[in-house]
């Protein structure tokens, strides 16, 4: 069962509008077995911007704030990836670099849709290929 936390007021040097739990899925030890299925727990972070698609938030373990990417819209960046990638072609000009961005974008999507996997949460996007 998740550890709840109790709900904290945000430090005002940072501007935030409040703290909200959420569910993170690393373990306190800060160590990922990828052979063992994470139970979530809650955790109280800091939002400085809840602006959709691109929200701003710090984890209490980090020290600067990270932006909260929807999975669906990760999905559509990979699909962009794709196209660019495929439009420039190998031969092309920083087709490499192109390359090396849309493998990260795929790596983030494919850790987001094994972790909502290991805890049964439906994804917000068809996994089909078009």
């Not at 909260?68 to 420039?88: H, W, Y």
Request: net charge negative; proline share 7%.
């Amino acid at each position: 069962m998740p550890e709840t936390i109790s709900e904290a007021p945000c430090n005002d040097r940072y501007r935030q509008r409040g703290s909200v739990s959420v569910l993170a899925d690393i373990p306190e030890s800060g160590h990922i077995d990828r052979n063992e299925v994470i139970a979530m727990r809650k955790e109280n972070v800091e939002i400085l911007s809840d602006r959709t698609n691109a929200a701003i938030m710090r984890h209490p373990d980090r020290k600067f704030p990270g932006v909260l990417v929807q999975g669906d819209t990760l999905s559509t960046f990979c699909a962009s990836a794709d196209a660019a990638c495929r439009e420039m072609g190998r031969s092309s000009p920083g087709f490499d670099e192109a390359n090396d961005l849309r493998n990260a974008l795929y790596s983030l999507l494919n850790h987001y849709k094994s972790v909502l996997g290991e805890h049964s949460v439906p994804l917000p996007f068809s996994d089909q290929p078009l």
